[in-house]
């Protein structure tokens, strides 16, 4: 199976996105177990949190945070 690639990234309420990935599956992934760790625990912060957007194969944050593109997909829910 081919990596399907993030292609929109929406912040969501409570810490969550809500990925559009190019084989049109829109999954909502869960961001809190990764903000207890370095360097995720600074998306905390809201207005952080939300500057999210595409990145390559995956998604990142205004200060270098990414989600590994299996780990993005394989652990989301789909919708």
Known sequence: MIRPKAVNVIPQPDYQLLVTFNNNEK?????KPYLSFKPFNELKSIELFKTVKTAGLSIEWLHGQDICPDELYYNSVPL
Do not use: A, E, S
């Open 27 to 31: 999954r909502l992934f869960d961001v």
